[in-house]
């Protein structure tokens, strides 16, 4: 129980780091995340997210290019504050095994196909005696708060991780979820994946990013909808030609729309770019 207490507090404290330093720019690099879990039914990445959440974690689960799902949550300054934290959740059986994942690292960079496999990350196994983390070779240091300029297209990488989560069940924050909050996290979690963080709800990302008219919409962006700007409902990632993928409620799958969709066209009311 002691553990546990530490675990939660160490967490909400590195999140209100997080929280504090992007209230000035609502974006901000991502730190190292703790990934953990090899489930082959979506179910039990769902339970154990929300257990996660019930804990004060914030946490999501997303599809592996090898068909399991990986739980990924916490944003930490260093490899070390990771490691850390990620012992003690062994140490109190709440995990097996993890995997450090650094900053800026791109989850997906491509749409999956037959041609195209990416290697799998050295996650550890559950064995017996002391717990070796494997981790990769990156620096120790915090990331910048603020965006720097990747060679990469990162908005195009978003698009590709968004559709990724295409089919896929999607509940964001357990039971006390919010309206409004399964879209808005599931486009978080996009982002998390490409290594920058944004804020939580879909009114505060549609105040963050740049502002982008709907003709010069790329991947990657943000589209918003809702009664007003004052009023956003609904959040998805554009994906090009006219589609955006999005979480449409509570339980349902990911899926894939059109932004000028009569449902959605009346309720268009901008949208952001982040990178």
């Known amino acids: 129980m002691i553990f546990r207490n530490l675990i939660v ?91 450090i994942a650094p900053p800026n690292e791109v989850v997906f960079s491509q749409t999956k196909g037959s041609w195209w496999q990416k290697p799998p990350p050295d996650e550890i196994r559950k064995q017996s005696g002391s717990v070796q983390p494997i981790v990769p070779a990156v620096p120790s240091e915090k990331p910048s708060s603020k965006p720097v300029k990747d060679t990469r297209d990162m908005g195009e990488i978003a698009a590709r991780t968004a559709e990724r989560f295409v089919g896929i069940p999607y509940r964001w924050g357990g039971e006390n979820v919010v309206d409004g909050m399964d879209c808005s996290g599931f486009v978080r979690a996009v982002y998390n994946l490409c290594g920058l963080s944004i804020p939580r709800t879909s009114r505060d990302q549609f105040t963050a990013g740049d502002l982008v008219i709907k003709e010069d919409l790329k991947d990657g962006d943000l589209v918003f909808f809702g009664a007003s700007a004052d009023t956003i409902s609904h959040v998805g990632i554009y994906v090009g030609n006219g589609k955006f993928v999005h979480a449409p409620r509570r339980g349902e799958e990911i899926r894939v729309s059109e932004v000028n969709e009569s449902y959605f066209e009346k309720r268009f009311v901008g949208a952001r770019r982040y990178f």
């Open 9 to 99: 507090i160490l967490l909400f404290f590195t999140s209100a780091l997080t929280v504090q330093a992007a209230k000035s720019t609502g974006i901000s690099r991502l730190g190292y995340a703790i990934q953990m879990g090899a489930f082959a039914d979506v179910k039990n990445a769902e339970r154990f997210t929300t257990k996660l959440q019930e804990k004060g974690i914030e946490a999501f689960y997303f599809r592996k290019d090898n068909g399991v799902y990986a739980v990924r949550f916490g944003d930490f300054p260093s490899k070390e504050k990771a490691l850390t934290v990620a012992r003690r959740l062994v140490a109190e059986r709440m995990i097996d095994g993890y995997y």
